[in-house]
């Protein structure tokens, strides 16, 4: 329920799909403004709209990469996004401060495939480490945090002698790491992957069909990404397989 007893949350969708006008926008908007729990729920919502609309985008094209699971079906897709989104609100992502390399919240199935959070550290594991990293905002200090996360959570879990393996997959904004054209962290991109070979970059097939659909943009990729249909199949599947989950 909203902090706020005179926004109801029908308003509060409507608000965020920009069906409201003016005057009640700019209300809505001071109070989100002024209410750090209603601003929180605000962001959930916006956040949801935007990994349902990826769930539910054009079908990829064939793989072009090999995966041990099924791909899930769409309906599927969107109520998982809706729970990977509440759960990653719960525990707080990764967050907003300079973090210990170890000390993030992770997303995981339980044995009995249930959705579960805890600090990287604490969380279970079944045979190798396997971290999946998530970037979906073209934001330069997002991007660059994410990178700062993998090349830290490598050289922690190496100076240890602990083996893992690391996907980083962007889509949305934050296929901008890995585009050619317009990536302000191409030479670190390309350091990492020849220091690491136990780290993966993936972009994004669904992320660049909507570029090319909507804004007419053909993106080039830098020679270190490799492809994943679909982002969301990728949490999924990874999740399915044992896989850690932090978003970024």
Known sequence: MCADRNISDEHLNAFVDGQLDKDEKSRILGAINNDGELSRRAC???????????AYDAPPPPPQRLTNAVRAPLWRQAIAAGLLLMLGAAVGWVGHAQQQPLNLNAMYLDEEKAF??????????????????????????????????????????????????????????????????????ADRV??????YDNLTFLACQTAMDRLRRERHITPD???????????????????????????V
């Open 44 to 54: 959930e919502l916006r956040r949801l709209r935007e990994l349902v609309q990826h």
């Open 221 to 247: 990729l830098l020679p270190e990404a490799l492809i994943t249909p679909n982002a969301l199949d990728e949490i999924l599947n990874r999740l399915q397989q044992g896989w850690m989950y932090i978003s």
């Open 190 to 195: 390309q350091a990492l992957q020849r220091q």
């Open 116 to 185: 579960q959070t805890a600090n990287l550290i604490q969380a279970p594991v079944r045979g190798e480490r396997k971290i999946l990293l998530h970037i979906s905002s073209s934001e330069p200090d997002k991007l660059e945090r994410a990178l700062d996360t993998a090349e830290q959570l490598l050289a922690t879990y190496h100076s240890q002698n602990q083996p893992v393996e690391l996907e980083l997959v962007a889509n949305a904004g934050g296929l901008d790491l890995l585009r050619a054209d317009v990536s302000p962290f």
